[in-house]
């Protein structure tokens, strides 16, 4: 009896084994199944290859393009501060070039730089790495020049440097130095943009106008001081009739605008042996 009951126990439990041995093994049956009834696609890295490259590329230009913007940044700023400083410089030195030092014009120039919040850091050698030494203090205008460079965040083909240069001039506060024949001096003279003399005074009536408002009736019977009519003007009389227009002693023309360019005077100063074609003025020469 009790030998029955153990086979019987041991028959039962090999049973339970086999059972769940087949259990596991039809799981993975059915997993498989269901595994095969999906299809398998393969693909190429092509795309990744080509962002590799490309994108490291699109980096740097982004980076180079921001570049610029500092530099642009660093140079107006830089601009400002030798402006302050010429300025202060000018005021204090005279003529002569030995009151002026090097180290006074760099002490000027670094109290402004910090006002216009110069960025240093971007510079190469930072407050160090601005050179002055190419600036002219000799004569009457009193010349900055700044030289530095900029190293380029970008390493694809080396060490970049960006090589800036900057100028700066104003004139010393030593006076007036009034022309004189034969003290070699240039002698100076005054001429317009579209003139074809030079004059050699200021108040000269073809640069200084005297307009004045006439009544347009009366203007063909007037006449200017050289004795010439005056006819209509080309720029402003078109298609305008006003019961006024505008005229002047050596003028040749009336015009209705006061705004007229006929009626304004560009007058620029140079010197003598400047004046290329031009001829002297009859009524100041």
Not at 133 to 151: F, I, N, Q, V
Request: net charge positive; hydrophobic share 35%.
């Amino acid at each position: 009896m009790s030998l029955f009951t153990k086979v019987k126990c041991k028959y039962y439990f090999q049973k339970k084994v086999d059972n769940k041995a087949l259990s596991k093994s039809g799981r993975q049956t059915q997993l498989l199944r269901s595994t095969e009834t999906y299809s398998r696609t393969f693909c190429q890295a092509s795309l990744t290859v080509e962002a590799a490259v490309v994108l490291p590329l699109f980096i740097g230009f982004m980076v180079f393009l921001l570049f610029y913007f500092r530099i642009m940044q660093t140079e107006l700023a830089v601009e400002q501060a030798m402006m302050y400083t010429a300025r202060v410089e000018a005021a204090c030195v005279s003529k002569s070039s030995d009151t002026v030092h090097p180290a006074k014009v760099q002490l000027h120039f670094l109290k402004s730089a910090k006002e216009e919040k110069v960025p240093f850091e971007y510079i190469d050698g930072e407050k160090a790495g601005i050179s002055f030494r190419k600036s002219d203090y000799e004569g009457t205008e009193l010349m900055l020049h700044a030289s530095y460079r900029m190293t380029i965040p970008i390493g694809f083909f080396g060490t970049l440097r960006y090589p800036a240069e900057q100028e700066v001039s104003a004139r010393k506060w030593i006076g007036y130095i009034p022309q004189e024949e034969g003290a070699g001096e240039k002698k100076l003279v005054y001429v317009t943009k579209t003139g074809k003399a030079y004059h050699s005074s200021r108040e000269c009536a073809y640069l200084d106008l005297s307009i004045r408002t006439v009544n347009q009736k009366e203007v063909t019977s007037l006449r200017n001081k050289s004795g010439s009519r005056y006819m209509r003007c080309g720029s402003c009389c078109k298609n305008k009739k006003e019961k006024v227009c505008y005229i002047t002693d050596y003028g040749t023309c009336y015009h209705m605008d006061l705004e007229c360019r006929g009626l304004k005077r560009t007058v620029y100063v140079i010197s003598l042996d400047k004046v290329g074609k031009r001829h002297p003025c009859k009524k100041c020469t």
